[in-house]
C-alpha cells in the first residue's frame, strides 16, 4: 500500500516568508508524527497527533510553528516568518496508534530552505 | 534528560567485513531501542527493534541486543555489503513516553566493493 507522503519535496523561501508542509499518512493511521532533522541538531521530535488533536506540542521550536490535522489524516506543518535557522528537512511519520513504542512509518521529508 | 549516542562516522569498510555501530543510552524507566537506516535518496525505515532487556532485534542480518546492565544496543552484521551503505540512527522510546522518538546523530556507513 501508499507509505507515507509529503510535500513539497523541496522549497526555497526568502526569510520573513510563512510556508505550509503537508503529509499524507498511512491510511488508518491515527497517531501522526513530525519530526526535523538538520546538520546542526539531529533529528527532533516536533509535534505529536492522535486522530485531529495534538497532545504533544512540547518540540514545537518556537510559536512562529504550528500543526494542525483535519478529518484523522492529512496534517499541515505551517511556519511563519521564517528564519535561516528554520532551513532543515521536515518529516512525517505516522503510526497505527494503538500500543506503547509501535514502529513508526516516515515519509521522504520537505527540504526546507529559506534564503 | 533522556540521549542516545552512537559512533561518530562514517565508517568505512570492506565488502564481507564485520560491522559493529555502538550505540549507548541514557533513559527514565524502561525504554524501547530502535534503529532506523537512511538509504541514500530514500526515508527513514525502522531497521530492528528491541522492547526490554535482553531482547535481540533481527533483520535483513543486522542484529542488536538491548543490554540494560550496560545501558547499549550495539548494531552487528556478519558480512556487509555495499548495498549496506546508508546513515544509521540509534533511537529510543523513553519509558515514560508511547512515541517520542529521542535520536542518536546517526553513524554513516560506507562500504567499499
Known amino acids: 500500500g501508499a507509505g507515507v507522503s509529503q510535500s513539497p519535496s523541496n522549497k526555497v523561501t526568502e526569510k520573513g516568508k510563512d510556508v505550509e508542509l503537508r503529509c499524507d499518512p498511512i491510511?488508518?493511521?491515527?497517531?501522526l508524527y513530525w519530526y526535523r532533522q538538520s546538520l546542526g541538531q539531529g533529528l527532533e521530535f516536533l509535534i505529536y497527533?492522535?486522530?485531529?488533536?495534538?497532545?504533544?506540542k512540547s518540540g514545537l521550536p518556537s510559536d512562529r510553528f504550528s500543526a494542525e490535522r483535519t478529518g484523522g489524516s492529512v496534517s499541515t506543518l505551517t511556519i511563519q516568518r521564517t528564519q535561516q535557522e528554520d532551513s532543515a528537512v521536515y518529516l512525517c511519520?505516522?503510526?497505527?496508534?494503538?500500543?506503547?513504542?509501535?514502529?513508526?512509518?516516515f515519509g521522504p521529508g520537505t527540504r526546507l530552505l529559506v534564503l | 534528560g533522556d540521549s542516545v549516542t552512537q559512533m561518530e562516522g562514517p565508517v568505512t569498510l570492506s565488502e564481507e567485513a564485520f560491522l559493529t555501530i555502538n550505540c549507548t543510552y541514557t533513559?527514565?524507566?524502561?525504554?524501547?531501542l530502535f534503529w532506523y537506516v537512511q538509504y541514500p535518496g530514500e526515508g527513514l525505515q525502522l531497521l530492528l527493534k528491541?522492547?526490554?532487556a535482553d531482547d535481540k532485534g533481527s533483520n535483513k542480518g543486522f542484529e542488536a541486543t538491548y543490554r540494560k546492565e550496560t545501558t547499549s544496543f550495539h548494531l552487528e552484521k556478519g558480512s556487509v555489503q555495499v548495498s549496506d551503505s546508508a546513515v544509521y540512527f540509534c533511537?529510543?522510546?523513553?519509558?515514560?513516553?508511547?512515541?517520542?522518538?529521542?535520536w542518536g546523530a546517526g553513524t554513516k556507513l560506507i562500504i567499499k566493493p
Open positions: 511519520a505516522s503510526s497505527l496508534g494503538q500500543v506503547r513504542a509501535e514502529t513508526q512509518y
Open positions: 491510511s488508518g493511521h491515527t497517531a
Open positions: 497527533f492522535q486522530g485531529n488533536s495534538a497532545p504533544d
Open positions: 533513559a527514565t524507566g524502561y525504554p524501547s
Open positions: 528491541a522492547t526490554k
Open positions: 533511537a529510543l522510546v523513553a519509558g515514560d513516553s508511547n512515541y517520542q522518538l529521542i
